[in-house]
């Protein structure tokens, strides 16, 4: 796999949720600080940016897809377990996680500082969070790196936190693991433009 010229459009275009990965050694720890130092453009309310990501990459990688998987072990249906285990199966054959977090100890100095956005705040939190999520995933793809957005926090919160000595006011937003794909994305389908855009 090589790093590849896309247009933007081209990126917008091509970047789907690839559910199943495998590993490349090519995708490494400085590849993917060149993808977050570029995404990390992506714009917050206030320029508060609020935003944290832990990366976890091989084995820590592993280890988090096995956490997920022994934390929902008691809670899914055990007939419904098998699809459970091959649908992680899939994100964790992959290379590393980006996990989203948003500093809460800045949304609430923001919302000290300007008093009258109080209540928008934690929605421009999680806003300028899907912004960053979003610029990561297009700068993945035109790497023609695959990735997907997985929640299963707030299940899974405590153990994270735990295993990787996050800060207490660091919430969980997003799970984002990313790899080599190994499918092809299914088919989408688009509601009717005009049901959705208007032009006066
Ligand atoms: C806010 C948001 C939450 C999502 N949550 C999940 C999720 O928890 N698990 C998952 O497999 N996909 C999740 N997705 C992916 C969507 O299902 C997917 O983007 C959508 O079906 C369109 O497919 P595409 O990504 O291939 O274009 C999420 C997407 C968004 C924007």
Redesign the pocket.
């Known amino acids: 796999m090589t790093a590849t010229t896309t247009t933007i459009k081209d990126a917008i275009i091509n970047?789907?949720?690839i559910?199943k990965l495998k590993k490349n050694e090519n995708i490494t720890k400085e590849r993917m600080n060149e993808v977050l130092k570029t995404a990390l453009h992506a714009p917050t309310s206030f320029n508060m940016q609020s935003g944290r990501v832990v990366v976890v990459m091989d084995n820590e990688h592993e280890k988090f897809w096995d956490i997920v998987k022994e934390t929902l072990r008691s809670r899914v249906p055990e007939e419904n377990f098998a699809a459970t285990i091959e649908r992680l199966q899939g994100f964790r054959d992959g290379v590393g996680t980006i996990l989203f977090f948003e500093n809460q100890e800045t949304i609430e100095k923001m919302q000290e500082k300007a008093p009258s956005y109080k209540e928008q705040f934690p929605y421009w939190s999680h806003q300028g969070n899907?912004m960053l999520q979003y610029a990561i995933w297009m700068t993945l793809s035109a790497e023609g790196i695959g990735a997907?957005?997985?929640?299963y926090n707030p299940i899974i919160d405590e153990a994270v936190k735990k295993t990787w000595d996050i800060p207490g006011e660091w919430s969980l937003i997003a799970q984002m693991p990313f790899g080599e794909p190994n499918e092809q994305?299914g088919e989408?389908t688009f509601l009717s433009f005009d049901d959705v855009v208007k032009f006066y």
């Open positions: 970047r789907r949720s559910r899907a997907s957005l997985q929640h994305p989408k």
